[in-house]
């Protein structure tokens, strides 16, 4: 597969470095910065330094042949233009633009609502486009709930990848393999679908592996309610979650708006604050502007008497939502002085994120990182569900694919599938008769039965064969 990228930046680099170890894919990117193009040069693929909105960069990196191309500049106007122009040229030199998939990043929101109603596709050629800030709250508000984790990512349905450390204190049998540990252990063995040890490379354990203090592993789990046991497990410390926190969000610009509305729904009491009086009074004005659990605050955040006076500190959650990284560090940071004992951030300089889990703030999400995954979901078409890269734990992927008829294992029990050492099924996502999903653990009498969606995680390299073994 060829697949053109627009911008060497962050996001167009991480998708580029994920899609050049599956070793199946032909990847060209394009920038105008020849600085982002020298960091490029050292990965296996062709940079072309010019501009994506010219046609003959474009002829250069192939686009008549190309099977997607990615618009990840950091200008919305010029990506959506760059999927037209890539179409255009498709049409124009090969005859079948539909045989092009356009994808692009895009921040602003009326860009975004023109998506939501089909009209990219139909004016600007543009197939799909994705927005990280979704993904961001949701991976913010599920990990901030367990401070331990290097990692929360969600995966629908109840499911859940946690990265953490494994501590000294682990209760599970050290430097024994894990089939062994499965046999003695007297409670139920987490499943692990990833582990980093310092000085190798990361790989998928087995029965063989032995865990030792230091390793950073991957977990599959089901449920908010199983990440304190996992804590517990690997000998990290328990910090009780009211199940109805009180949560400050700083900043009531557009982002602060939506993680407030998601943590609404999820049963919390909120407290905007907000220093510009125009846009605080224009919050009562939106849809959550109304809502009983809803208190929207006019003053500075950074003010010891103002944030005493309005019960910062007797708030659960603090949660940055200003445009500028370090000043949602400095405001996660006073919140913390005054007591709020969960804070968290959603950054966009991804070298910030363990910065700020070293200065005691409890979880921050990479929106780099975020946007890197939902591109390759989309790049990854046939997926019946996400794409996700390990950050602690590279060389492990997770994909969702669906058991169709055609699998060798549908109608089988997992431990009959024939399902070898180098992938592990995380989870088997289900729907009822109404429609309604839910995510099982990959019970080895389980059946796999048709339309169940299974989460595996593998080496990039074998993303490939795992198609093969599914028929897509």
Known sequence: MLIVIAGAGRVGLGVAEALIKEQKNDVVLIDSSSRAVKNAQAFDMLVLHG?????????????ERADVFI?????????????????????????????????????????????????????????????????????????IRASSFAEVIPFDHEAYLVELEVTPLCRLPLEIPLGDVVEQYEGEVPLLIGLKREGQRSFVPGKTTMLQAGDQIAIATTGLGSFDDLVYTFGHDVRPFPDEPKVVVVGGGALGQRIASRWLDDGAHVMIVERDLNL??????????????????????????????????????????????????????????????????????????????????SFAVDITRVAVDELLSHVHRKLAGHYAVLSTIPNVVGVTHEVTKAAKFCGRKVRDGGFPDWLRIAFIQRSDSHGRWSSYDPNPDEILIEHDRLIIFTSPDRVADVEKRFRV
Not at 111 to 117: D, G, K, V
Not at 119 to 124: I, S, Y
Not at 328 to 346: E, Q
């Open 51 to 63: 501009n994506v909105l010219d046609r003959s960069t474009m002829i250069e990196a192939g686009i």
């Open 280 to 361: 605080a009074n224009a919050i009562s004005g939106i849809s959550i502007g109304g809502h009983p659990r809803l208190e929207v605050i006019h003053g500075d955040h950074l003010s010891r008497e103002t944030m005493i006076e309005v019960g910062m500190g007797n708030q659960d959650v603090a949660i940055g939502a200003l445009a500028d990284d370090h000043a949602n560090i400095a405001a996660m940071l006073f919140a913390m002085d005054l007591g709020v004992p969960n804070t968290g951030i959603i950054l966009n300089d991804n070298d910030l994120v363990h910065v700020v889990h070293r200065m005691g703030i």
């Open 71 to 143: 618009a990840a500049t950091d200008v919305d106007d010029r990506n959506v233009l760059a999927c037209g122009l890539a179409k255009h040229l498709r049409e124009r030199r090969s005859g079948d633009a539909n045989s092009l998939t356009t994808i692009c990043r895009i921040r602003d929101e009326h860009i975004l609502e023109e998506q939501a109603h089909g009209g990219l596709a139909a004016w600007a050629e543009v197939d799909r486009a994705i927005d990280p800030i979704d993904g961001a709250i949701s991976r913010l508000s599920s990990g």
